[in-house]
């Protein structure tokens, strides 16, 4: 909206010209999402305090996490409607892709607000079953898949899967493209959604994978870059690195308010609908495969949940003192700071190790 405005100054003066440039309204994206947290955080969190919004802690977690009862909960909405309100301020809004990262990102997210709002309304620390939001999840992926498969037209990457690694090697996935749309959303949402069990983690985590999918998503969208990189162009893609940037200043934002300790917590509807994002923006940029990279640490947290249930159903035995395995560190002694800014460290390497893929084909 603001952007078409401003840059239809253009014919008035020239330096209005900015304005078409991608880089340059990404930029403003992080600053303008950033600023508007730190600016509607305050208000937003006394708003959910007022609705009795809180949070509910499970009587199985650690005991120092008890304390936490009654912080106020869901802040992921100021997340989700500020970086929301932000593309729609910067970003070109007749692409096809903005539209369809806004959506799914807004699908996922209302599956956590089901799941919150009914924590808080029965105050218990379960929302929905397991298979309610699983089914949700499930039918928003395929809708995703569907949708960027019509948004791909003819072009030759449509429906097929790039390999990281080797040039321009697509494998045409046929109505199974759907489907892998599908566990990828469904697999980033929730290993975000595991990884929110500490103040800051898991929006810290974010605002670094969001960061590396500016950057990935940038460079599919841009003919020159991607033809230099050997790695597939995606027409119209670069204008989602005005979503993400927004998501990076959000995330940095909320962060703000979410470190230890914590005023205010996201909620499901901010890590479910986060991870969304992340999936859809790997998806359109074509590069879903370095998403376990990217989100190296995601995949650690939802790993060390799927290790631990089948050992104990297996064996009888826990494999860690508790999952997910931020937990564990707890209980081995490591102060939540420690755990926090440490995994910080460990998400941070593996973006870093995602980038470098770039130049390995």
Not at 46 to 70: D, M, S, Y
Not at 132 to 152: D, E, T, Y
């Amino acid at each position: 909206m603001l952007f078409e405005l401003l840059y239809r100054l253009k014919e008035v003066w020239t330096p209005f010209n900015v304005f078409r440039y991608i880089t340059f309204r990404t930029g403003l994206a992080i600053a303008t999402a950033f600023f508007l947290t730190l600016v509607l955080g305050p208000p937003a969190i006394r708003w959910l305090a007022g609705l009795r919004i809180r949070q509910t802690i499970r009587k199985e977690g650690p005991e120092r996490h008890h304390a936490k009862a009654g912080t106020p909960t869901m802040g992921g909405l100021v997340i989700v409607g500020i970086f929301t309100l932000t593309t729609l301020l910067w970003a070109d809004l007749r692409d096809s892709y903005v539209w369809i990262v806004l959506l799914t990102t807004a699908a996922f997210a209302g599956v956590g607000f089901a799941d919150d709002w009914i924590k808080v309304t029965r105050h218990r620390s379960l929302g929905l079953r397991a298979w309610q939001k699983l089914v949700l999840q499930a039918l928003a992926g395929l809708a995703a898949g569907i949708a960027v498969r019509l948004a791909s037209g003819g072009a030759p990457y449509a429906g097929a899967l790039a390999l990281p690694f080797f040039k321009n090697v697509l494998i045409p996935l046929g109505a199974f493209y759907f489907v892998f749309v599908m566990i990828v959303l469904m697999g980033a949402s929730n290993a975000v959604n595991l990884t929110d069990g500490l103040d800051g983690l898991a929006i810290g985590s974010i605002a670094i994978a969001a960061a590396t999918y500016t950057i990935f998503v940038y460079v599919a969208g841009h003919i020159k870059i991607a033809d230099y990189l050997r790695i597939v162009y995606v027409s119209g893609a670069g204008e989602v690195a005005v979503f993400t940037g927004a998501v990076v200043g959000a995330a940095m934002g909320f962060l703000w308010f979410n470190c230890h300790p914590a005023q205010v917590f996201m909620g499901d509807v901010g890590s479910l609908g986060l991870g969304g994002a992340i999936g859809i923006v790997a998806v359109i940029a074509k590069q879903e495969i370095l998403l376990v990279v990217v989100g190296g640490l995601f995949v650690i947290e939802a790993l060390s949940v799927i290790i631990q249930v089948g050992s104990y159903k297996l064996r009888g035995k826990r494999v860690f003192r508790m999952a997910p395995i931020h937990h564990h560190f707890e209980l081995a002694g490591w102060t939540e700071t420690q755990v926090v800014v440490r995994f910080w460290i460990i998400a941070a390497l593996f973006a870093l190790a995602g980038l470098g893929t770039l130049k390995l084909r």
